[in-house]
């Protein structure tokens, strides 16, 4: 019982840091966001929006990557079946050659 009392006590420090994190992390972020407004096309990102960003980009890459080679096999296939109804009409073509 003592143990998930202390495993407890740790993640609620554990998530009362994290909340304390993210709040500098947004505070330095609006200090950025304020002292950068004035500067043209300068963009200031925090880390996490960055890392979200990262990570969406991954997953679509992924996607394109899965989609394209779906595209690449049926593209192979379809190749081949050509391949093989060419390969059928030369060896007719040459039966009849022969035959002639």
């Known amino acids: 019982m003592e143990v998930d ?19 500098e992390v947004n505070s330095v972020t609006d200090r950025q ?11 200031v990102m925090s880390g996490i ?3 979200e960003f990262i990570n969406i980009l991954m997953t679509e890459f992924d ?11 049926k593209l192979a296939e379809s190749i081949k079946a050509v391949a093989d109804k060419m390969s059928n009409k030369i060896e007719i073509v040459l039966k009849i050659c ?3």
Request: no cysteine.
């Open 5 to 23: 009392a202390y495993n407890a006590n740790q993640e609620t420090e554990i998530d009362g840091a994290i909340v304390q994190l993210n709040e």
């Open 33 to 43: 966001v304020k002292g950068h407004s004035d500067s043209g096309n300068n963009v």
């Open 49 to 51: 929006l960055f890392h």
């Open 63 to 73: 996607d394109l990557k899965a989609r394209m080679m779906s595209e690449s096999i």
């Open 98 to 100: 022969q035959t002639v």
